[in-house]
């Protein structure tokens, strides 16, 4: 499978309250299936996936410049993964 469908993982205080319940949340590629997805975080993290969550997020809109001309964003894809139990990634393992 090909990892760089994967892009970062997300770092946020909601992500990391998921993470305590075993999902975890990684921003990935806009075409990516959920397949490939998952055949992704498999081979880098080498876990089980019991099921993932995908989620379009519109880019942000925004006026800028004199004439006040409205700009959107990029917009990103996340997977919400969740795993075996008793399984972890160590990316979103936070100390004290």
């Known amino acids: 499978m090909n990892t760089s469908i ?4 997300v770092i946020s205080e909601k992500s990391m ?3 305590q319940n075993g999902s ?3 921003l990935v590629d806009t075409l990516a299936t959920k397949g490939q ?5 498999e081979d880098a993290f ?3 996936i019991i099921s993932i969550k995908t989620v379009t997020v519109a880019g942000a809109r925004k006026r800028t410049g004199k004439k006040r001309i409205e700009v959107v964003g990029k917009r990103r894809k ?3 993964v969740s795993l075996k139990k008793g399984q ?3 990316l ?3 100390q004290g």
């Open 78 to 80: 996340k997977a919400i």
């Open 46 to 48: 080498k876990v089980n």
């Open 88 to 90: 972890k990634i160590d």
């Open 92 to 94: 979103f393992d936070v």
């Open 17 to 19: 309250q998921l993470a």
């Open 37 to 41: 997805i998952s055949g992704a975080i």
């Open 6 to 9: 994967i892009l970062a993982p």
């Open 24 to 26: 975890y949340t990684f």
